[in-house]
């Protein structure tokens, strides 16, 4: 027998008896659920996936050397994606793609020994996740090109998730993942960061509207909606809840579950696991929304998430399933007294 760490091993088993128990997700209450689901079906199903290549880890204050680990994730992330892209396509469920602006570049190049002077300097702060020392944010954009290196920059992936038979969504996560939060970060810097996103996004012929705060460093909510975005995301800690909108007009979409994979868990029961999460959604009228790193191990695109797609497919008539942008667009169709 392997050795498992005991700690691990007796919070795996912890979560397993809470899930059991309908305690993680938490199920939000509200008057008359039915408001939020569209006509003919009983619940909701959105999956977001965190795109962003090295562009999170390069800091993460979980690990040693982060920059190693970020070229690791990105790799990871890459080797995933034609198969995520396959797992999708078979059972017609659409992600909305929380992208990272930076790699709609194909190459980017320093002025004057300056690394994309456009975006205002990040000055230094602690956060919940990484920490920034002040000196230079694109200190590791290597200002070169896709070729030479693939974990900063993903103009192919973005072609091959807009080119794929789903109607995914590309959304935003920031050019360069900053950290939103009102307290270090000022409005003109996450201005410039969004401005950029999308002018990049449009000479694509895309539109960028939703939105998700890097490390759910929530803030600058205000700039978010004046900009145009109409959604962001929220992690209160897993919850089947509902959609509520702020008075500038923004929908919060509060997160559901993570796919990740714990070695203490079969495959099985990580499938058997989210399969129940979207039947609890069914049975409570809730919106469900999935999220989860690209950079996952390989299993969860090889083994989890056709296990639970081929279920949602299966439940298709009773599940409302789409993108984050077809979702609050119905919301903003439908008004209803949603407060
Ligand atoms: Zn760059
Ligand atoms: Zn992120």
């Known amino acids: 027998m392997k050795y498992i760490p005991l700690k691990?091993?007796?919070?795996?088993?912890?979560?397993?008896?809470?899930?059991?128990?309908?305690?993680?997700?938490?199920?939000?209450?509200?008057?008359?659920?039915?408001?939020?689901?569209?006509?003919?079906?009983?619940g909701v199903v959105t999956v977001t996936a965190d795109f962003e290549l090295a562009w999170a880890p390069r800091y993460d204050n979980s690990v040693d050397d982060p920059y190693a680990y970020a070229l690791g994730k990105a790799r990871q992330e890459r080797q995933n994606i034609p198969g995520l892209l396959?797992?999708?396509?078979?059972?017609?469920?659409?992600?909305?793609?929380?992208?990272?602006?930076?790699?709609?570049?194909?190459?980017?190049?320093?002025?004057?020994?300056?690394?994309?002077?456009?975006?205002?300097?990040?000055?230094?702060?602690?956060?919940?996740?990484?920490?920034?020392n002040g000196k230079d944010w694109f200190e590791h954009d290597p200002c070169t090109r896709l070729e030479e290196a693939p974990e900063w920059y993903a103009p192919d992936l973005i072609d091959q998730i807009i080119g794929a038979r789903t109607a995914h969504e590309i959304g935003c996560h920031t050019f360069s993942h900053i950290d939103c939060r009102d307290e270090v970060c000022p409005p003109a810097l996450f201005e410039s960061e969004l401005a950029l996103c999308k002018q990049l996004a449009e000479e694509r012929s895309l539109q960028l509207v939703s939105f998700v705060h890097p490390g759910h460093t929530i803030g600058n909510l205000d700039t978010l909606s004046r900009m145009g975005f109409t959604s962001f995301q929220s992690d209160p800690g897993n919850v089947l809840g509902y959609p509520c909108q702020h008075d500038n007009g923004l929908w919060e979409l509060?997160?559901?579950?993570?796919?990740?994979?714990?070695?203490?868990?079969?495959?099985?029961?990580h499938i058997q696991r989210y399969c129940t999460i979207v039947d609890r959604a069914i049975q409570k009228q809730a919106v469900c929304n999935f999220w989860f790193h690209p950079s996952?191990?390989?299993?969860?695109?090889?083994?989890?998430?056709?296990?639970?797609?081929?279920?949602?497919?299966?439940?298709?008539?009773?599940?409302?399933v789409g993108t984050v942008q077809e979702y609050v667009g119905w919301l903003n169709r439908n008004p209803k007294q949603r407060k």
């Not at 091993?9 to 689901?37: M, Y």
């Not at 990272?100 to 230094?124: D, M, N, R, T, Y």
């Not at 997160?255 to 029961?269: C, G, K, L, S």
Request: net charge negative; with cysteine; proline share 8%.
């Open 8 to 42: 691990r091993h007796i919070k795996a088993r912890l979560s397993q008896l809470k899930f059991a128990l309908g305690l993680n997700p938490s199920v939000e209450r509200v008057e008359d659920p039915a408001q939020f689901v569209p006509q003919g079906y009983r």
């Open 86 to 132: 396959s797992v999708c396509e078979q059972y017609q469920i659409p992600i909305t793609w929380a992208t990272v602006g930076h790699l709609f570049l194909a190459s980017c190049q320093s002025a004057g020994g300056l690394k994309h002077p456009e975006i205002p300097a990040v000055e230094a702060y602690e956060g919940p996740y990484w920490d920034f």
């Open 254 to 269: 509060k997160r559901t579950m993570e796919f990740t994979y714990r070695p203490d868990w079969t495959i099985d029961y």
């Open 296 to 320: 996952c191990p390989a299993v969860v695109v090889e083994e989890i998430l056709p296990g639970l797609f081929s279920h949602i497919s299966e439940r298709r008539s009773e599940v409302w």
